[in-house]
């Protein structure tokens, strides 16, 4: 319950940034926090050891909002699926905190190397990050970017193959 508060709180600081506050009960009734309810659901119920039983919000999360979330993905506190439909991450994927995840966003393996994502991530809508790639803290994935490289701190990445276009200080 308190990593889908973090969650929620999350949510509810990225739609302040750029006007009115939002509540967080607006949080609550957004796009994307059923998809992290189930998900911290699914999460939770592999750390109790009743892996079986996460097949349940995982089955769910495909159902109703079209996303498949690996049952043993882990990320950290923040974690906001702003636009759940066609998000796929598999099972290995580590991520920290506070990572925002756009439609259509694929987070997979090739040939059993998969993703690690440090903190303060942003992946644009139709981005995928394939491969036993980094990204750094601070990293922002542009939409439709293909990441097969790891991206430093603080970078922006675009393109097929994704390329840097900007670099800010990691601090964020």
Known sequence: MRMLLADLHAKQALYSQY???????????????LANALYRAQAALVRWRLGPLALLPHWLNKCLNGCVIGVRAEFGPGLVLIHPVGVVINSAVRGGRNIRIESGVVI?????????????????????????????????VGANAVVVHDVAPGTTVVGVPAHAVARRSATV
């Open 108 to 140: 997979g393996d090739n040939r059993g190397c998969v993703p690690r994502l440090g903190d303060d991530i942003f992946l644009g809508s139709g981005a995928k990050v394939i491969g036993g790639v980094t990204l750094a803290s601070g990293a922002c």
């Open 19 to 33: 006007g009115e506050r939002c509540s967080l009960l607006r949080a609550v009734f957004t796009d994307g926090t």
